[in-house]
């Protein structure tokens, strides 16, 4: 809800600023649209693609930790998209992160695919930096399709551990921001 509120605002100034019979929003109006905007910040995101035994796979993902949120809830939200060629496109709602220095621990529930939706949707990913000579950023396979509903992503972000292994690889032509 918040996400949409900042949306709005922003929608809502460009609309101002090109002449708009809308009328003017109050300095207090647009103070408290602010500062509400202000109450998250987005933690985690990241597009790109790995290639895993020659395979490309393309990812998108945004996850966000709302400032009211205790830091033992791991309660995020945003989304993430993953394009595994030739078969496998899976879109999650994510509903868990838990953000450690570079690294985040991501979870979500599949919500558009035909067989799995309902499921858990859960990956690690490291961002190195963005200078040159640092190394690359990494994602790791994404667990999917395990088991239904929102306990198995919720362990995952608390533990940072999946029930097997999640193997990592170089993000190529892409980035990886983590924020603390």
């Known amino acids: 809800m ?4 900042v949306v709005l605002l922003v929608c809502g100034v ?3 600023s090109c ?6 929003p ?4 647009l103070s408290a649209s602010s500062s509400r905007a202000l ?9 790109g693609k790995v290639r895993i035994d020659g395979e490309l796979r393309t990812f998108a993902f945004t996850a966000v930790r ?8 791991f309660t995020a939200t945003g989304e993430a998209q993953l394009f595994t060629r030739p078969f496998f496109i899976a879109h999650a709602e994510i509903i868990c992160m838990k953000v450690m220095g570079n690294q985040a621990w991501i979870g979500g529930i599949i919500t558009g695919h035909h067989f799995c939706s309902g499921t ?16 690359p950023d990494m994602l790791s396979l994404a667990a999917v399709c395990d088991a239904p509903g929102p ?27 983590v924020h603390q």
Request: proline share 12%; charged share 20%; hydrophobic share 30%.
């Open 120 to 135: 858990n949707f859960m990956f690690h990913v490291e961002d190195n930096g963005e200078r040159n000579g640092d190394p």
């Open 39 to 47: 109450d998250s910040v987005v933690q985690a995101t990241g597009n």
């Open 19 to 24: 002449g708009s019979p809308m009328s003017t």
């Open 66 to 73: 709302h400032s009211n949120v205790p830091p033992e809830d």
């Open 151 to 177: 306990e198995l992503p919720l362990a995952y972000c608390a533990t940072g551990s999946a029930p097997y292994p999640l193997p990592e690889f170089p993000v190529e032509e892409g980035s990886i921001v």
């Open 26 to 29: 109050s300095r207090d109006q």
């Open 14 to 16: 460009a609309v101002i």
């Open 2 to 5: 918040r996400t949409a509120r």
